[in-house]
C-alpha cells in the first residue's frame, strides 16, 4: 500500500500542479522541489524527504497550501523518533557565492505529545542571504485540533541566521579536507570536539574514474561511496536510522552492521561499476540495483553528504569551514 501512495503522490506532483498526496506505512517518500536540488540542475526535482518510522504515524502533503500535516494516535511508552523532513534549497554566502542549504526536522511523540527538533545543513559557515526555498509548513493533529510546529518564514530563517544554540554546535563539528593538490574526487573526515581534542569519527569519499564531476560520474555509472568508522562508539540506533533513510536496512550482507553498528575502521560502500550497482561490506560485495537511489539520497539528504557533493563539485581543494546541524547530519 505504502509504494502505491508513493507512485501516486510522485504523479500529482509535477511541477505547477497543486495535489494532496497521503502517505502511511514505514518508508521514506520522496517529494519535488520547485528550489532547485543540491545535485540536480532545474526544479522541480523530487529531493525533498519524507520519512515516516513506524505504521502508526500518518502525512498528508498538500501542494496548494503548501502544508505537511502529520497524524498519529499512538501513545507512546518513552521518546521515539516517529518521522523527520527534509526541504532543500540554496542560499547567498556573504562573498556572493551561491550554496545548497537544507532544513532538516525531526518529528518525536512522547505519551500522546508531539516535539521537533530542527537544523540547517549548509557546506560553508556563515549566514546566507537572497535563501530560495519552497515555502512548507509542518501542522501536527492534537486533540481538539491542530499545531504549527514550523512556519515556512521560521524555515527560511533557520537558513540565514543559525541560532546561538546551532552556532555553539557548530564550533564543535570539525571537517577535514583530506584531498591532495589538483585532486577533485572527494574525501573528507568529520569529527567532534575543538583544537587538539578532537575525536575524529569518520572518512567519507566519493570516487570517480579520472575525477569526473559527481552529476557525469553518477549518469555514467561508475562510482563509489565510501563510509569508513574511525570510532567504534558511533550510536547503534544512529546506524540503524540511517540504514532505514538510504534503504540499506534490508539488505542481507548488512544485516551484522545492522544489528550492531559499526566497528572501528570497518568500511561500507555503494557504487556502480559500468552501470550495475553493488554494496560492500566486510570483504563482501553483492549486486544493489538501489545503489544510485541511496547515493543520492545520502548526498542530498545528509550533512555529510551535503559537504560531499558539494566539495566534489569544486575544481580545486577548499578549506572546508562547514556548518553542521546540532546532531551533525
Not at 501516486?8 to 502511511?24: I, K, N, R, W
Not at 535563501?131 to 515556512?152: A, C, K, Y
Request: proline share 3%; charged share 20%.
Amino acid at each position: 500500500m505504502a509504494r502505491l501512495l508513493v507512485l501516486a503522490a510522485l504523479a500529482l506532483l509535477a511541477p505547477g500542479l497543486a495535489a494532496s498526496a497521503e502517505f502511511s506505512g514505514r518508508g521514506v517518500f520522496a517529494f519535488a522541489s520547485g528550489s532547485g536540488c543540491p545535485i540536480a540542475a532545474g526544479t522541480g526535482e523530487n529531493c525533498n524527504r519524507l520519512a515516516l518510522d513506524d505504521e502508526d504515524t500518518r502525512a498528508t502533503l498538500d501542494e496548494a497550501t503548501h502544508t505537511l500535516r502529520f497524524a498519529n494516535g499512538r501513545s507512546y511508552d518513552g521518546k521515539r523518533i516517529v518521522g523527520d523532513v527534509v526541504l532543500q534549497g540554496s542560499g547567498r554566502t556573504a562573498d556572493g557565492q551561491r550554496v545548497p542549504l537544507s532544513f532538516h526536522a525531526l518529528l518525536s511523540r512522547s505519551g500522546s505529545d508531539w516535539s521537533f527538533s530542527s537544523h540547517a545543513h549548509a557546506p560553508v559557515r556563515g549566514e546566507f542571504s537572497e535563501i530560495r526555498i519552497d515555502p512548507w509548513q509542518l501542522v501536527v493533529g492534537e486533540v481538539g485540533g491542530e499545531r504549527v510546529l514550523f512556519s515556512s518564514a521560521q524555515v527560511v530563517e533557520a537558513l540565514a541566521k543559525p541560532s546561538l544554540t546551532a552556532r555553539l554546535a557548530d564550533e564543535l563539528v570539525q571537517v577535514r579536507d583530506n584531498r591532495e593538490s589538483a585532486a577533485r574526487d572527494a574525501d573528507i573526515t568529520v569529527g567532534l570536539g575543538v583544537s587538539k581534542a578532537v575525536k575524529w569519527v569518520a572518512r567519507t569519499r566519493f570516487v570517480t574514474t579520472r575525477n569526473r564531476p559527481l552529476a557525469e560520474a553518477m549518469r555514467e555509472g561508475n562510482w563509489s561511496l565510501e563510509l569508513q568508522a574511525l570510532s567504534g562508539q558511533i550510536p547503534r540506533q544512529v546506524v540503524q536510522r540511517d540504514l532505514f533513510l538510504y534503504g540499506l536496512e534490508s539488505q542481507a550482507l548488512l544485516q551484522p552492521l545492522l544489528q550492531r553498528g559499526f566497528r572501528k575502521n570497518e568500511k561500507l560502500t555503494i557504487g556502480a561499476t559500468g552501470g550495475k550497482g553493488f554494496v560492500r561490506y566486510d570483504g563482501q560485495q553483492r549486486e544493489f540495483a538501489g545503489a544510485d537511489a541511496t547515493a543520492r539520497g545520502f548526498l542530498q539528504g545528509s550533512f555529510l553528504g551535503l559537504v560531499l557533493g558539494w566539495q566534489q563539485q569544486q575544481l580545486q581543494p577548499v578549506a572546508l569551514d562547514v556548518k553542521a546541524g546540532s546532531n551533525g547530519r
